[in-house]
Protein backbone atom coordinates (compact mmCIF):
# COMPACT_ATOMS: atom_id res chain seq x y z
CA UNK A 1 0.00 0.00 0.00
CA UNK A 2 2.94 2.61 0.52
CA UNK A 3 4.44 1.56 -2.32
CA UNK A 4 1.28 2.36 -4.27
CA UNK A 5 0.71 5.95 -2.71
CA UNK A 6 4.25 6.98 -3.24
CA UNK A 7 3.46 5.89 -7.01
CA UNK A 8 0.59 8.27 -7.03
CA UNK A 9 2.55 10.73 -5.48
CA UNK A 10 4.72 11.16 -8.49
CA UNK A 11 1.80 11.04 -10.54
CA UNK A 12 -0.29 13.79 -9.09
CA UNK A 13 1.59 14.44 -6.23
CA UNK A 14 3.88 16.90 -8.21
CA UNK A 15 1.04 19.00 -9.63
CA UNK A 16 0.45 19.98 -6.49
CA UNK A 17 4.00 21.49 -6.05
CA UNK A 18 2.97 24.75 -7.76
CA UNK A 19 4.49 28.46 -7.32
CA UNK A 20 3.35 29.90 -4.00
CA UNK A 21 0.70 32.14 -4.83
CA UNK A 22 -2.19 34.03 -2.58
CA UNK A 23 -5.83 32.38 -2.35
CA UNK A 24 -7.61 33.17 -5.48
CA UNK A 25 -11.70 32.74 -4.83
CA UNK A 26 -12.96 30.74 -7.36
CA UNK A 27 -9.60 28.82 -7.90
CA UNK A 28 -8.66 27.62 -4.24
CA UNK A 29 -10.39 26.58 -1.65
CA UNK A 30 -10.66 30.16 0.42
CA UNK A 31 -12.84 28.83 3.29
CA UNK A 32 -12.48 26.25 5.41
CA UNK A 33 -15.60 24.78 6.24
CA UNK A 34 -19.35 24.84 3.87
CA UNK A 35 -22.70 24.81 4.48
CA UNK A 36 -25.29 21.81 3.25
CA UNK A 37 -28.80 21.90 2.81
CA UNK A 38 -29.79 17.88 2.11
CA UNK A 39 -32.19 16.64 0.20
CA UNK A 40 -34.30 19.76 -0.70
CA UNK A 41 -37.57 18.72 -3.02
CA UNK A 42 -37.63 20.24 -6.55
CA UNK A 43 -40.40 18.46 -8.55
CA UNK A 44 -41.37 14.88 -9.05
CA UNK A 45 -41.64 12.42 -12.13
CA UNK A 46 -42.88 9.42 -13.15
CA UNK A 47 -40.18 6.35 -11.39
CA UNK A 48 -39.45 4.10 -14.25
CA UNK A 49 -37.52 2.02 -11.90
CA UNK A 50 -40.66 0.81 -9.82
CA UNK A 51 -43.82 1.84 -12.38
CA UNK A 52 -45.28 -0.83 -14.40
CA UNK A 53 -45.18 1.22 -17.31
CA UNK A 54 -47.21 -1.74 -19.68
CA UNK A 55 -49.80 -1.79 -17.33
CA UNK A 56 -53.28 -1.44 -18.62
CA UNK A 57 -53.96 0.82 -15.80
CA UNK A 58 -50.94 3.03 -15.54
CA UNK A 59 -52.60 5.59 -18.21
CA UNK A 60 -55.91 6.17 -15.36
CA UNK A 61 -53.20 6.25 -12.52
CA UNK A 62 -51.24 8.87 -14.92
CA UNK A 63 -54.19 10.99 -15.39
CA UNK A 64 -55.25 10.89 -11.49
CA UNK A 65 -52.28 12.81 -10.94
CA UNK A 66 -52.14 15.28 -13.51
CA UNK A 67 -55.23 15.64 -11.83
CA UNK A 68 -54.16 15.98 -8.53
CA UNK A 69 -51.50 18.25 -9.92
CA UNK A 70 -53.76 20.34 -11.11
CA UNK A 71 -55.82 21.78 -8.31
CA UNK A 72 -51.72 22.49 -6.93
CA UNK A 73 -51.62 19.73 -4.32
CA UNK A 74 -49.35 16.78 -4.00
CA UNK A 75 -49.70 13.22 -5.03
CA UNK A 76 -50.53 11.11 -1.81
CA UNK A 77 -47.73 9.27 -0.48
CA UNK A 78 -48.78 5.63 -2.30
CA UNK A 79 -47.59 7.26 -5.18
CA UNK A 80 -44.38 7.39 -4.12
CA UNK A 81 -44.03 4.38 -2.05
CA UNK A 82 -43.23 0.72 -3.36
CA UNK A 83 -46.46 -1.40 -3.73
CA UNK A 84 -44.87 -3.97 -1.49
CA UNK A 85 -45.64 -1.48 1.66
CA UNK A 86 -48.91 -0.90 0.75
CA UNK A 87 -52.60 -2.88 1.02
CA UNK A 88 -53.79 -3.54 -2.82
CA UNK A 89 -56.74 -0.92 -2.60
CA UNK A 90 -54.09 1.82 -2.25
CA UNK A 91 -51.33 0.08 -4.75
CA UNK A 92 -50.61 2.31 -8.41
CA UNK A 93 -48.73 1.36 -10.99
CA UNK A 94 -47.60 4.75 -11.78
CA UNK A 95 -45.24 5.45 -8.96
CA UNK A 96 -43.45 9.03 -8.42
CA UNK A 97 -39.66 9.90 -8.22
CA UNK A 98 -38.84 12.93 -5.77
CA UNK A 99 -36.08 15.17 -7.77
CA UNK A 100 -34.25 16.10 -4.67
CA UNK A 101 -31.15 18.67 -4.36
CA UNK A 102 -27.94 18.29 -1.88
CA UNK A 103 -27.16 22.53 -2.28
CA UNK A 104 -23.35 23.44 -0.96
CA UNK A 105 -22.74 26.37 -0.27
CA UNK A 106 -19.92 28.82 1.18
CA UNK A 107 -19.95 29.24 4.98
CA UNK A 108 -22.18 32.27 6.39
CA UNK A 109 -19.51 34.17 6.65
CA UNK A 110 -19.40 34.74 3.37
CA UNK A 111 -20.90 37.82 1.66
CA UNK A 112 -20.17 37.12 -2.01
CA UNK A 113 -23.82 37.94 -3.39
CA UNK A 114 -23.16 36.62 -7.14
CA UNK A 115 -21.78 32.87 -6.65
CA UNK A 116 -21.87 30.83 -9.63
CA UNK A 117 -23.52 27.51 -9.72
CA UNK A 118 -22.71 23.88 -10.40
CA UNK A 119 -25.24 21.34 -10.79
CA UNK A 120 -23.55 17.80 -9.75
CA UNK A 121 -24.21 14.65 -11.83
CA UNK A 122 -22.94 11.34 -9.99
CA UNK A 123 -22.67 8.13 -11.25
CA UNK A 124 -23.88 4.85 -10.96
CA UNK A 125 -25.02 3.12 -14.39
CA UNK A 126 -28.55 4.39 -14.06
CA UNK A 127 -28.85 2.42 -11.33
CA UNK A 128 -29.28 2.20 -7.42
CA UNK A 129 -25.66 0.43 -6.02
CA UNK A 130 -25.68 -3.00 -5.48
CA UNK A 131 -27.84 -3.11 -8.22
CA UNK A 132 -25.58 -1.59 -10.45
CA UNK A 133 -22.51 -4.29 -9.68
CA UNK A 134 -20.88 -1.45 -8.00
CA UNK A 135 -20.71 0.33 -4.36
CA UNK A 136 -21.23 3.57 -5.78
CA UNK A 137 -23.85 5.48 -7.54
CA UNK A 138 -25.58 8.16 -5.12
CA UNK A 139 -25.40 11.79 -4.63
CA UNK A 140 -23.38 11.20 -1.31
CA UNK A 141 -20.90 8.88 -2.77
CA UNK A 142 -17.35 9.61 -1.07
CA UNK A 143 -16.18 11.67 -4.32
CA UNK A 144 -19.73 13.47 -5.35
CA UNK A 145 -19.52 15.09 -1.65
CA UNK A 146 -16.00 16.09 -1.18
CA UNK A 147 -16.11 17.21 -4.89
CA UNK A 148 -19.16 19.03 -3.89
CA UNK A 149 -17.32 20.28 -0.86
CA UNK A 150 -14.27 21.51 -2.12
CA UNK A 151 -16.05 23.29 -4.72
CA UNK A 152 -18.38 25.24 -1.93
CA UNK A 153 -15.01 26.22 0.01
CA UNK A 154 -13.94 27.85 -3.05
CA UNK A 155 -16.67 30.05 -3.06
CA UNK A 156 -19.29 28.45 -5.89
CA UNK A 157 -22.50 26.78 -4.54
CA UNK A 158 -22.99 23.24 -5.60
CA UNK A 159 -26.23 21.57 -6.07
CA UNK A 160 -25.91 17.82 -6.22
CA UNK A 161 -28.85 15.87 -7.65
CA UNK A 162 -30.71 12.64 -7.07
CA UNK A 163 -32.54 11.99 -10.35
CA UNK A 164 -34.30 9.13 -11.57
CA UNK A 165 -32.39 6.01 -12.65
CA UNK A 166 -33.75 2.66 -14.33
CA UNK A 167 -32.85 0.44 -17.23
CA UNK A 168 -32.69 -3.15 -18.36
CA UNK A 169 -29.02 -3.95 -18.72
CA UNK A 170 -30.06 -7.69 -18.00
CA UNK A 171 -31.39 -7.70 -21.19
CA UNK A 172 -29.83 -10.61 -23.83
CA UNK A 173 -31.07 -8.32 -26.60
CA UNK A 174 -28.66 -5.58 -27.56
CA UNK A 175 -31.70 -3.00 -28.69
CA UNK A 176 -33.10 -3.15 -25.86
CA UNK A 177 -30.21 -2.76 -23.53
CA UNK A 178 -29.85 0.31 -25.94
CA UNK A 179 -32.89 1.90 -25.77
CA UNK A 180 -33.63 1.50 -22.01
CA UNK A 181 -30.37 3.22 -21.71
CA UNK A 182 -30.53 6.23 -24.29
CA UNK A 183 -34.82 6.51 -22.10
CA UNK A 184 -32.37 6.11 -18.93
CA UNK A 185 -29.98 9.57 -19.85
CA UNK A 186 -33.39 11.66 -21.23
CA UNK A 187 -35.00 11.14 -17.89
CA UNK A 188 -31.58 12.15 -15.99
CA UNK A 189 -31.51 14.90 -18.18
CA UNK A 190 -34.95 16.32 -17.49
CA UNK A 191 -34.19 15.72 -14.01
CA UNK A 192 -30.81 17.89 -14.80
CA UNK A 193 -33.08 20.80 -16.70
CA UNK A 194 -35.60 21.20 -13.41
CA UNK A 195 -32.64 21.57 -10.84
CA UNK A 196 -31.09 24.28 -13.73
CA UNK A 197 -34.81 25.81 -13.48
CA UNK A 198 -34.75 25.63 -9.71
CA UNK A 199 -31.92 27.22 -9.08
CA UNK A 200 -32.35 30.03 -11.55
CA UNK A 201 -35.60 30.11 -9.94
CA UNK A 202 -34.85 30.88 -6.62
CA UNK A 203 -33.24 34.55 -7.84
CA UNK A 204 -36.90 35.63 -8.26
CA UNK A 205 -37.67 34.13 -4.21
CA UNK A 206 -35.18 36.35 -2.81
CA UNK A 207 -31.98 34.76 -3.97
CA UNK A 208 -31.39 32.65 -0.76
CA UNK A 209 -28.26 30.88 -1.88
CA UNK A 210 -27.09 34.63 -3.51
CA UNK A 211 -25.94 33.16 -7.25
CA UNK A 212 -26.00 34.46 -10.08
CA UNK A 213 -28.51 33.02 -12.35
CA UNK A 214 -26.49 33.78 -15.75
CA UNK A 215 -23.17 32.02 -14.73
CA UNK A 216 -24.09 27.65 -14.18
CA UNK A 217 -22.16 24.79 -14.95
CA UNK A 218 -23.44 21.11 -15.66
CA UNK A 219 -20.79 18.49 -14.34
CA UNK A 220 -21.37 14.72 -14.55
CA UNK A 221 -19.14 11.95 -12.95
CA UNK A 222 -19.59 9.00 -15.21
CA UNK A 223 -23.05 8.12 -16.09
CA UNK A 224 -23.54 11.43 -15.12
CA UNK A 225 -21.17 12.96 -17.82
CA UNK A 226 -23.40 10.98 -20.55
CA UNK A 227 -25.89 13.46 -18.95
CA UNK A 228 -24.15 16.32 -18.95
CA UNK A 229 -23.27 15.93 -22.80
CA UNK A 230 -26.37 15.12 -23.99
CA UNK A 231 -27.62 18.00 -21.82
CA UNK A 232 -25.15 20.83 -23.54
CA UNK A 233 -25.51 19.49 -26.97
CA UNK A 234 -29.34 18.07 -28.08
CA UNK A 235 -31.27 20.65 -29.15
CA UNK A 236 -33.68 19.68 -31.98
CA UNK A 237 -35.59 15.88 -32.04
CA UNK A 238 -35.46 15.43 -35.42
CA UNK A 239 -32.24 15.64 -36.48
CA UNK A 240 -30.55 14.42 -33.28
CA UNK A 241 -32.97 11.85 -32.02
CA UNK A 242 -34.84 10.21 -34.91
CA UNK A 243 -31.89 9.29 -36.36
CA UNK A 244 -30.75 5.91 -37.90
CA UNK A 245 -28.36 5.25 -34.79
CA UNK A 246 -31.01 5.77 -32.18
CA UNK A 247 -33.82 3.83 -34.25
CA UNK A 248 -34.92 0.52 -32.68
CA UNK A 249 -35.40 -3.06 -34.38
CA UNK A 250 -39.50 -2.16 -34.39
CA UNK A 251 -38.53 0.72 -36.16
CA UNK A 252 -39.57 3.35 -33.82
CA UNK A 253 -37.19 5.98 -32.15
CA UNK A 254 -35.79 4.55 -28.58
CA UNK A 255 -36.61 7.88 -27.49
CA UNK A 256 -40.18 9.17 -28.26
CA UNK A 257 -41.41 12.54 -27.61
CA UNK A 258 -45.25 12.07 -27.55
CA UNK A 259 -43.92 9.43 -25.02
CA UNK A 260 -40.72 10.50 -23.09
CA UNK A 261 -41.63 14.23 -23.41
CA UNK A 262 -39.34 16.94 -25.05
CA UNK A 263 -35.99 17.76 -25.12
CA UNK A 264 -36.73 20.98 -23.42
CA UNK A 265 -38.39 19.21 -20.52
CA UNK A 266 -42.19 19.13 -22.21
CA UNK A 267 -44.57 16.32 -20.82
CA UNK A 268 -45.24 12.98 -22.84
CA UNK A 269 -47.75 10.31 -21.72
CA UNK A 270 -44.59 8.64 -19.51
CA UNK A 271 -43.61 12.54 -18.35
CA UNK A 272 -45.25 14.44 -16.11
CA UNK A 273 -45.23 18.24 -16.69
CA UNK A 274 -42.52 20.78 -15.14
CA UNK A 275 -44.06 23.44 -13.67
CA UNK A 276 -41.01 25.04 -13.68
CA UNK A 277 -40.08 24.86 -17.44
CA UNK A 278 -44.49 25.70 -18.01
CA UNK A 279 -43.19 28.74 -16.30
CA UNK A 280 -40.56 29.62 -18.91
CA UNK A 281 -37.62 29.48 -16.72
CA UNK A 282 -34.40 29.33 -18.93
CA UNK A 283 -32.62 25.69 -19.03
CA UNK A 284 -29.36 27.02 -20.19
CA UNK A 285 -26.17 26.83 -19.02
CA UNK A 286 -22.90 28.12 -19.81
CA UNK A 287 -20.67 25.00 -19.57
CA UNK A 288 -20.44 21.46 -19.53
CA UNK A 289 -17.72 19.37 -17.48
CA UNK A 290 -17.23 15.83 -17.10
CA UNK A 291 -15.04 13.14 -15.59
CA UNK A 292 -15.26 10.14 -17.31
CA UNK A 293 -18.09 10.36 -19.34
CA UNK A 294 -18.98 10.39 -23.40
CA UNK A 295 -21.28 11.88 -26.42
CA UNK A 296 -24.05 9.70 -27.27
CA UNK A 297 -23.35 10.87 -31.37
CA UNK A 298 -20.96 13.34 -32.05
CA UNK A 299 -23.04 14.77 -34.70
CA UNK A 300 -25.19 16.66 -31.67
CA UNK A 301 -21.93 18.79 -31.24
CA UNK A 302 -22.08 22.24 -33.45
CA UNK A 303 -20.47 25.76 -32.64
CA UNK A 304 -23.78 27.11 -30.68
CA UNK A 305 -22.54 25.12 -27.84
CA UNK A 306 -20.65 25.51 -24.90
CA UNK A 307 -17.66 25.27 -23.95
CA UNK A 308 -16.90 21.91 -22.21
CA UNK A 309 -14.36 20.33 -19.89
CA UNK A 310 -13.41 16.89 -19.32
CA UNK A 311 -11.00 14.70 -17.68
CA UNK A 312 -10.82 11.10 -18.62
CA UNK A 313 -8.78 7.90 -18.07
CA UNK A 314 -7.24 6.91 -21.28
CA UNK A 315 -7.70 2.85 -20.76
CA UNK A 316 -11.24 3.26 -19.45
CA UNK A 317 -12.94 0.26 -19.98
CA UNK A 318 -16.29 1.28 -20.01
CA UNK A 319 -16.61 4.43 -20.98
CA UNK A 320 -14.32 5.06 -23.96
CA UNK A 321 -11.46 8.02 -24.37
CA UNK A 322 -12.01 7.61 -27.95
CA UNK A 323 -15.00 6.29 -30.54
CA UNK A 324 -15.82 3.02 -29.05
CA UNK A 325 -18.60 1.59 -27.49
CA UNK A 326 -20.02 1.33 -23.94
CA UNK A 327 -19.73 -1.44 -21.56
CA UNK A 328 -21.98 -1.22 -18.20
CA UNK A 329 -19.90 -2.96 -15.27
CA UNK A 330 -23.71 -4.57 -14.41
CA UNK A 331 -22.69 -6.78 -16.92
CA UNK A 332 -19.95 -6.00 -18.93
CA UNK A 333 -21.79 -6.30 -22.11
CA UNK A 334 -21.94 -3.98 -24.69
CA UNK A 335 -24.50 -1.40 -25.45
CA UNK A 336 -24.42 1.65 -27.43
CA UNK A 337 -21.45 3.40 -29.94
CA UNK A 338 -19.94 6.85 -28.46
CA UNK A 339 -17.59 9.36 -28.90
CA UNK A 340 -15.07 9.72 -25.94
CA UNK A 341 -13.45 12.91 -24.61
CA UNK A 342 -10.51 12.61 -26.98
CA UNK A 343 -12.80 12.89 -29.93
CA UNK A 344 -15.59 15.52 -28.50
CA UNK A 345 -13.01 17.89 -27.09
CA UNK A 346 -10.91 17.78 -30.09
CA UNK A 347 -14.17 18.54 -31.98
CA UNK A 348 -15.42 21.24 -29.26
CA UNK A 349 -11.43 23.04 -30.34
CA UNK A 350 -12.53 23.21 -33.86
CA UNK A 351 -15.55 24.54 -33.76
CA UNK A 352 -14.30 27.18 -31.71
CA UNK A 353 -16.21 26.60 -28.44
CA UNK A 354 -13.24 25.84 -26.58
CA UNK A 355 -11.85 28.86 -27.79
CA UNK A 356 -11.01 30.29 -24.30
CA UNK A 357 -8.85 27.81 -23.07
CA UNK A 358 -6.68 28.10 -26.03
CA UNK A 359 -4.96 31.47 -24.21
CA UNK A 360 -4.15 29.64 -20.74
CA UNK A 361 -0.33 30.53 -21.05
CA UNK A 362 2.12 27.64 -20.64
CA UNK A 363 3.05 27.68 -17.15
CA UNK A 364 0.06 28.78 -15.65
CA UNK A 365 -0.34 25.31 -13.32
CA UNK A 366 1.14 22.09 -13.32
CA UNK A 367 -1.83 20.49 -14.07
CA UNK A 368 -2.55 22.49 -17.76
CA UNK A 369 1.39 21.83 -18.48
CA UNK A 370 0.46 18.02 -17.77
CA UNK A 371 -2.07 17.82 -19.99
CA UNK A 372 -0.69 19.70 -22.80
CA UNK A 373 2.69 16.95 -22.69
CA UNK A 374 0.28 14.32 -23.50
CA UNK A 375 -1.49 15.41 -26.33
CA UNK A 376 -0.37 13.80 -29.87
CA UNK A 377 1.09 11.23 -27.61
CA UNK A 378 0.39 7.20 -28.67
CA UNK A 379 0.02 4.41 -26.03
CA UNK A 380 -0.68 0.84 -25.28
CA UNK A 381 -4.32 0.07 -25.16
CA UNK A 382 -6.39 -2.36 -23.57
CA UNK A 383 -8.07 -4.22 -26.97
CA UNK A 384 -6.47 -7.10 -29.08
CA UNK A 385 -8.34 -5.48 -32.26
CA UNK A 386 -6.33 -1.88 -31.42
CA UNK A 387 -2.76 -2.15 -29.77
CA UNK A 388 -2.55 1.85 -29.16
CA UNK A 389 -4.53 4.15 -28.94
CA UNK A 390 -3.22 8.29 -29.32
CA UNK A 391 -4.55 11.49 -27.96
CA UNK A 392 -6.03 13.92 -29.96
CA UNK A 393 -3.71 16.70 -31.18
CA UNK A 394 -4.99 19.72 -29.07
CA UNK A 395 -7.93 18.94 -27.49
CA UNK A 396 -7.52 22.05 -25.52
CA UNK A 397 -10.07 21.22 -22.26
CA UNK A 398 -9.17 17.77 -22.18
CA UNK A 399 -6.54 15.98 -18.93
CA UNK A 400 -6.42 12.65 -19.57
CA UNK A 401 -5.20 10.27 -17.06
CA UNK A 402 -2.83 8.03 -18.34
CA UNK A 403 -2.70 5.15 -15.72
CA UNK A 404 -0.80 1.61 -16.09
CA UNK A 405 -2.44 -1.28 -18.26
CA UNK A 406 -4.22 -3.63 -15.13
CA UNK A 407 -5.69 -6.17 -17.28
CA UNK A 408 -5.88 -8.92 -14.72
CA UNK A 409 -5.94 -12.97 -16.18
CA UNK A 410 -7.25 -11.47 -19.77
CA UNK A 411 -10.00 -9.51 -18.35
CA UNK A 412 -9.74 -5.39 -19.91
CA UNK A 413 -12.29 -4.55 -17.53
CA UNK A 414 -9.77 -4.52 -14.06
CA UNK A 415 -8.43 -1.16 -16.16
CA UNK A 416 -9.26 1.93 -14.20
CA UNK A 417 -12.17 4.23 -15.28
CA UNK A 418 -12.57 5.87 -12.01
CA UNK A 419 -9.83 6.11 -9.27
CA UNK A 420 -11.40 9.37 -7.71
CA UNK A 421 -13.97 6.97 -6.05
CA UNK A 422 -13.66 5.19 -2.81
CA UNK A 423 -15.93 3.49 -0.39
CA UNK A 424 -16.05 1.35 3.15
CA UNK A 425 -17.16 -2.00 3.32
CA UNK A 426 -19.59 -1.38 6.33
CA UNK A 427 -20.92 0.93 4.02
CA UNK A 428 -21.50 -1.18 1.04
CA UNK A 429 -22.64 -4.07 3.73
CA UNK A 430 -25.53 -1.78 4.64
CA UNK A 431 -26.11 -1.15 0.63
CA UNK A 432 -26.39 -4.87 0.20
CA UNK A 433 -28.91 -5.29 2.89
CA UNK A 434 -31.02 -2.35 1.56
CA UNK A 435 -31.20 -3.60 -2.07
CA UNK A 436 -31.86 -7.20 -0.66
CA UNK A 437 -34.16 -6.40 1.20
CA UNK A 438 -35.99 -3.72 -1.89
CA UNK A 439 -35.46 -6.48 -4.54
CA UNK A 440 -35.55 -10.22 -2.76
CA UNK A 441 -32.43 -10.82 -4.30
CA UNK A 442 -29.23 -12.04 -2.67
CA UNK A 443 -26.16 -10.21 -2.93
CA UNK A 444 -22.57 -10.99 -1.51
CA UNK A 445 -20.79 -7.71 -0.64
CA UNK A 446 -17.45 -9.55 -0.64
CA UNK A 447 -17.74 -10.02 -4.15
CA UNK A 448 -18.58 -6.61 -5.51
CA UNK A 449 -15.65 -5.08 -3.02
CA UNK A 450 -13.53 -7.52 -4.61
CA UNK A 451 -14.28 -6.73 -8.20
CA UNK A 452 -14.48 -3.06 -7.95
CA UNK A 453 -11.08 -3.04 -5.98
CA UNK A 454 -9.63 -4.59 -8.87
CA UNK A 455 -10.22 -2.00 -11.27
CA UNK A 456 -9.18 0.72 -8.70
CA UNK A 457 -6.18 -0.70 -6.72
CA UNK A 458 -5.41 1.34 -3.86
CA UNK A 459 -8.76 3.00 -3.37
CA UNK A 460 -8.92 4.62 -0.43
CA UNK A 461 -9.90 8.20 0.65
CA UNK A 462 -5.69 9.53 0.16
CA UNK A 463 -6.01 8.21 -3.69
CA UNK A 464 -9.07 9.52 -4.36
CA UNK A 465 -8.35 12.74 -3.24
CA UNK A 466 -5.39 13.33 -4.75
CA UNK A 467 -7.19 12.70 -7.85
CA UNK A 468 -9.46 15.24 -6.77
CA UNK A 469 -7.20 17.88 -6.42
CA UNK A 470 -6.07 16.85 -9.73
CA UNK A 471 -9.90 17.47 -11.12
CA UNK A 472 -10.14 20.83 -9.50
CA UNK A 473 -7.00 22.13 -10.37
CA UNK A 474 -7.56 21.54 -14.05
CA UNK A 475 -10.98 22.40 -13.98
CA UNK A 476 -11.11 25.35 -11.85
CA UNK A 477 -9.37 27.72 -14.21
CA UNK A 478 -10.96 26.82 -17.06
CA UNK A 479 -14.57 27.55 -14.84
CA UNK A 480 -13.10 31.03 -13.81
CA UNK A 481 -12.25 31.53 -17.96
CA UNK A 482 -16.13 30.50 -19.06
CA UNK A 483 -17.49 32.41 -16.29
CA UNK A 484 -15.28 35.25 -16.76
CA UNK A 485 -13.97 35.74 -13.05
CA UNK A 486 -11.58 38.00 -11.78
CA UNK A 487 -8.29 36.18 -11.77
CA UNK A 488 -8.77 33.95 -14.51
CA UNK A 489 -6.12 33.08 -16.18
CA UNK A 490 -7.52 33.06 -19.98
CA UNK A 491 -8.63 36.24 -21.96
CA UNK A 492 -11.75 37.00 -20.64
CA UNK A 493 -15.03 38.33 -22.06
CA UNK A 494 -14.78 36.11 -25.47
CA UNK A 495 -18.82 35.10 -24.84
CA UNK A 496 -19.64 38.94 -24.89
CA UNK A 497 -17.07 40.83 -26.76
CA UNK A 498 -19.19 40.21 -30.07
CA UNK A 499 -21.46 43.32 -29.17
CA UNK A 500 -18.46 45.52 -27.05
CA UNK A 501 -16.57 48.30 -27.74
CA UNK A 502 -19.15 49.30 -31.00
CA UNK A 503 -16.55 47.06 -33.15
CA UNK A 504 -17.80 45.10 -35.84
CA UNK A 505 -16.21 42.09 -38.14
CA UNK A 506 -18.07 41.70 -41.06
CA UNK A 507 -17.89 39.24 -42.91
CA UNK A 508 -17.54 36.39 -40.69
CA UNK A 509 -17.60 33.46 -41.88
CA UNK A 510 -15.44 34.91 -44.63
CA UNK A 511 -13.25 32.98 -47.45
CA UNK A 512 -11.17 35.68 -48.41
CA UNK A 513 -11.02 38.99 -46.34
CA UNK A 514 -12.32 40.55 -43.18
CA UNK A 515 -12.92 44.12 -42.37
CA UNK A 516 -12.28 45.03 -38.66
CA UNK A 517 -14.01 48.47 -37.71
CA UNK A 518 -14.66 50.87 -34.93
CA UNK A 519 -16.06 54.06 -35.03
CA UNK A 520 -15.39 55.46 -31.97
CA UNK A 521 -11.50 53.86 -30.74
CA UNK A 522 -8.54 53.53 -32.96
CA UNK A 523 -7.50 50.20 -33.28
CA UNK A 524 -3.70 50.35 -32.51
CA UNK A 525 -2.95 46.23 -33.13
CA UNK A 526 -4.16 43.34 -34.06
CA UNK A 527 -3.35 39.28 -33.42
CA UNK A 528 -4.90 36.24 -34.71
CA UNK A 529 -4.36 32.89 -32.96
CA UNK A 530 -5.13 29.61 -34.24
CA UNK A 531 -6.79 26.86 -32.34
CA UNK A 532 -3.21 25.55 -31.13
CA UNK A 533 -2.89 29.03 -29.11
CA UNK A 534 -0.14 30.30 -32.04
CA UNK A 535 0.50 33.57 -33.18
CA UNK A 536 -0.26 33.08 -36.69
CA UNK A 537 -0.76 37.55 -37.78
CA UNK A 538 -0.43 40.27 -36.62
CA UNK A 539 -0.36 43.86 -37.72
CA UNK A 540 0.22 47.32 -36.46
CA UNK A 541 -3.24 49.46 -37.66
CA UNK A 542 -4.06 52.65 -35.86
CA UNK A 543 -6.72 53.45 -37.56
CA UNK A 544 -10.59 53.01 -37.01
CA UNK A 545 -10.64 50.40 -39.99
CA UNK A 546 -8.92 47.71 -41.50
CA UNK A 547 -9.01 45.24 -44.16
CA UNK A 548 -7.47 41.65 -43.29
CA UNK A 549 -6.58 39.91 -46.26
CA UNK A 550 -6.62 35.96 -45.33
CA UNK A 551 -3.41 34.96 -47.12
CA UNK A 552 -2.38 31.25 -46.72
CA UNK A 553 -4.30 30.75 -43.12
CA UNK A 554 -6.27 27.34 -43.11
CA UNK A 555 -9.74 26.86 -43.08
CA UNK A 556 -11.12 26.99 -39.25
CA UNK A 557 -11.45 29.10 -36.43
CA UNK A 558 -9.34 31.82 -35.00
CA UNK A 559 -9.32 34.01 -32.31
CA UNK A 560 -8.76 37.84 -32.67
CA UNK A 561 -7.21 40.11 -30.13
CA UNK A 562 -8.02 44.16 -31.19
CA UNK A 563 -5.70 45.89 -28.97
CA UNK A 564 -7.19 49.81 -28.17
CA UNK A 565 -5.64 52.36 -26.23
CA UNK A 566 -7.18 51.17 -22.79
CA UNK A 567 -8.09 47.77 -23.40
CA UNK A 568 -8.10 44.58 -25.50
CA UNK A 569 -11.17 42.26 -26.76
CA UNK A 570 -11.07 38.94 -28.42
CA UNK A 571 -13.27 38.11 -31.38
CA UNK A 572 -14.02 34.66 -32.65
CA UNK A 573 -13.61 34.35 -36.60
CA UNK A 574 -14.30 31.74 -39.13
CA UNK A 575 -12.34 31.18 -42.46
CA UNK A 576 -14.17 28.66 -45.02
Known amino acids: MKRTLQSLTVVLGLMTLSSAHAQVRYLDQIFETNQLQSNVGIGFNIDALRSNLDSVTFAS ?18 YFQSNGALPVDQQTTAKLYPIRLDIYTPPASDTEVNRPVIIYLHTGNFLPPVINGSPTGTKIDSAAVNLCKQWARSGYVVASVDYRMGWNPLSTVPDIRRGTLLQAVYRALHDAQTSVRYMRATVAQGNPYNIDPTKIALFGQGSGGYVSQAYATLDDYNTDIAIQ ?13 SIDGTIDGGPGSQRLPDPL ?23 WLDDTDPPMISLHCVRDPFAPFDDGTVVVPTTNEDVVDVSGANVFIQEAVDLGNNAAFLTIPNGNDPYTDRARSLYGQTFDYILPTQPTITVAENPEGLFPFVLPINTINGNRFTNQGGPWDWWDFGTLELLVAGAEAATGNDYDAALINAQSVAGNPGMGPEKGLAYIDTIQGYINPRMMCVFELEGAPCITGISKVETQNNTTIFPNP ?67
Open 510 to 576: SQSAITIRNTDEVIRRIQMIDITGRVVLERNVNDHTYLLERGQLSDGVYLLQITFDNQQITKKVLFN
Open 245 to 257: KFIGEDGFPYVIE
Open 277 to 299: QLAGISKEISLSMNIGGALADIS
Open 61 to 78: DYDDILAIMANGETPPLN
